[in-house]
């Protein structure tokens, strides 16, 4: 579906079948960025460049598109031949995925013929909205977990499988250790984790007996203990240990309800006590950046997290205020003007500044042809319709990528708290008085 | 990806693996329901049965999902057989698409064998989850617009082109009139709608430029006039109509910025000043029920909306507390008691009963073998993994149900804000009975 060509707004196709008709056929610049961040995220962690190359590398109308399209009435035939030979020939420009972008920045550009550019607006946004909402979630959760272990348990209340398997590919670039979507496994080789439900215990006649059949297929499982009662649960735990004597290699246990903090304090108790220090907890249930903190911080000895929904849906923030906007077109740089919608004009860059440990300390947008201190964050992503090589990354470079921009930023944009000031991102003087003239030209 | 057998949790594949071991086969029941609403749902409206109906009839395990699942080296090569054969053979009963639903009401049913209704759980999760997700959220968009025209705009930021796509189709079972989404026409027959953005003004020289192109192209267009000056772009609409005379056939103008209400009111007064009175006015940017409710209430001249974002990602509430729930293994029915996850044993049938006008005044949730007062709403979708006739529904019915089913709900449900008290749900004597009683020996 996501290579599908007709995943577009209809009024793309208009404007487009408009400019074939006026002629209009120069080239245009577009670029993609967020307006304001949600209150509740300091910085976007970029995701979803790869697979969109991919998809736009292999954009094409097929004779379906094309039946139906003419069914609908609305476009000429000369139009529809324009489509029939369809190919996207034009540049894009990138921040590499797993990179930290802020408001207002572009962090991905279209250069092309005008009707190329202008048809990719739709599949550009939704893809990278997506991955990069996703992401940007999950680089929260990250930092919040300070080095617990991470699995992406989203997939049954995410919209719908495109979500749960792009979102697990997102979570993963942001420092999970798994996921739950076995298709994600396959599709991206993340490591693919979980073990059994509420429904294997209640099926069994009697709990232990579900835990003994279990890790008997899957010696080192992890035993889901609060069906009934969380701390029988545990004992049922520790009686299969002693039942098994060596045999037992368990490797944790899940507790999935409750006050997770005093529940896993008196499971560690009990295990412990019962010489099983070797066995994990695993919590899940509603989890999200807010809980994971306050169990990491209150000492609750818990090994790793599982977060579903509130991860998946990005709940308190399921949208990022992102658009693609025209910047340029036939060398004569564009804004426009409508109320809280203003807009950059021209071909910009992003430069980024780092103090002597590569901790951020402040970006500029400016114009590319400038040369401002710090380093470019927009390199070459496609050319004449081609990825560059350097744009075709393995997964596991994307996530090194974002480690280590998760290490570098400051203290204040790295809390789960608003970052007060927030991360200064200046415009240049060069690009601010192009604004200025072009707004003055316009009024 | 929606019909892929890798989109599923792990661990339903690691509990089929056990019970497949153990020789556990008998016929297990689960039900779909949502335990509580979110605080801004009062009702859902159910979507997303056809599809996966359809879907589940053709769910099978390519040899690639089979040699990847075998890479993972979790499964033994018995197990791996039977999901080469692997085929749904069950029985599903659900309310019909574009019903309505409340909190703890079993919505859909699985009957199967144990190992192919647990390996369902992820897919009738995502699926439904997603489609009644966004229904419910567009019937509100509905119920507040009061038959003032609604067109679907939310793709470019739904989570993916999936979510955008099954998101039009709900959207439209809930009433909107179109999509901007070309694929949803195609896939779904559903009407697409949309004509320029601000790009197609800005990259021409002069805005009346632009108006004049587009209109030649797309005679019986609407104009987006807010890309410099909301009312100087309604000026000079009315300066085309006078320069085109009787050739002016402009359906209507789009205003995407700033206060609607008055920009509305402004724009009507000038169009009828110039004997415009035929051509209407379009309303978009950042819309939701509150703001429909809020212009159509103050009177605001707006002839139809283009709502997305909030609409397409259920911004308020981006996910339900839905839940796939074991209720009977070979014939005995069970229950789980984790806190406040407490769940109905046995299988269940939800009775509807409504006034002399077909206004809903109360379910009640029995089980099946009952005989309540009311219409009964669960009913045969699948018999052994094949849909059923009455099942295979036209898109237009569903859409039709959808509607004289919201216009049945009472006033405090079809309200925005909470019903209070919320619709009554009962719980029928030998239902909570059975439940009790289990409880006893469970404890």
Do not use: C
Request: proline residues 4%; aromatic residues 6%; negative net charge.
């Amino acid at each position: 579906m996501v290579r599908d060509a007709l995943l577009v707004d209809l009024y793309e196709l208009t404007m487009m079948e408009a400019y074939h008709h006026q002629g209009i056929s120069g080239t245009a610049t577009f670029d993609l960025f967020v307006r304001a961040l949600p209150d509740e995220r300091n910085f976007l962690l970029t995701a979803g460049l790869g697979p969109l190359l991919e998809a736009l590398e292999g954009l094409r109308f097929t004779s379906d598109d094309l039946s139906y399209l003419e069914t609908t009435g609305i476009f000429g035939k000369g139009f529809l031949d324009v489509l029939e030979t369809f190919r996207f020939s034009g540049d894009v420009d990138a921040m590499a995925e797993g990179s930290i972008a802020f408001a207002g920045e572009p962090f991905l550009r279209v250069t092309a013929p005008v009707i190329e550019a202008q048809f990719l607006e739709t599949l550009v946004m939704n893809q990278v909205h997506l991955a990069t909402t996703l992401a940007s979630k999950a680089a929260r959760v990250v930092l919040a977990a300070d080095g617990r272990g991470l699995a992406d348990f989203g997939l049954r209340r995410t919209h719908g499988a495109e979500a749960g398997t792009s979102g697990a590919r997102a979570h993963w670039i942001a420092g999970f250790d798994s996921t739950s979507n076995v298709l994600a496994g396959k599709l991206y080789g993340i490591p693919i984790s979980g073990t059994m439900a509420h429904s294997f215990v209640q099926l069994h006649e009697e709990e232990e007996d579900a835990f003994r059949s279990f890790a008997r297929v899957f010696p080192d499982t992890v035993l889901l203990v609060d069906t009934y009662d969380t701390l029988r649960g545990v004992d049922l735990v520790i009686d299969l240990a002693a039942e098994l004597g060596s045999d037992f290699r368990v490797r944790g246990v899940r507790l999935d309800s409750g006050d997770l903090a005093s529940l896993a304090a008196a499971t560690r108790e009990k295990l412990d006590g019962a010489g099983l220090e070797r066995v994990q907890i695993f919590a899940s249930g509603n989890l999200d950046e807010w809980r994971v903190r306050e169990l990491v911080r209150g000492g609750a000895p818990i090994d790793a997290f599982g977060v579903g929904t509130r991860l998946g849906t990005s709940q308190d923030a399921p949208n990022l205020d992102i658009v693609y906007k025209l910047a340029q077109y036939d060398e004569r740089p564009l804004l426009k003007l409508s109320t809280d919608k203003a807009t950059l004009p021209g071909i910009k860059q992003v430069w980024r500044r780092r103090d002597g440990e590569g901790r951020l300390v402040g970006d500029t947008i400016g114009l590319a042809a400038e040369d401002l201190s710090g380093e470019p964050q927009l390199r070459p992503a496609m050319r004449s319709g081609r990825r560059v090589p350097s744009a075709v990354e393995d997964l596991q470079a994307v996530r090194s990528r974002a480690r280590s921009e998760l290490a570098g930023l400051p203290e204040s944009v790295r809390a789960l708290e608003p970052a007060d000031p927030p991360y200064e991102v200046a415009i240049s003087d060069s690009l601010s008085s192009l604004r200025d003239r072009l707004v003055e030209e316009l009024r």
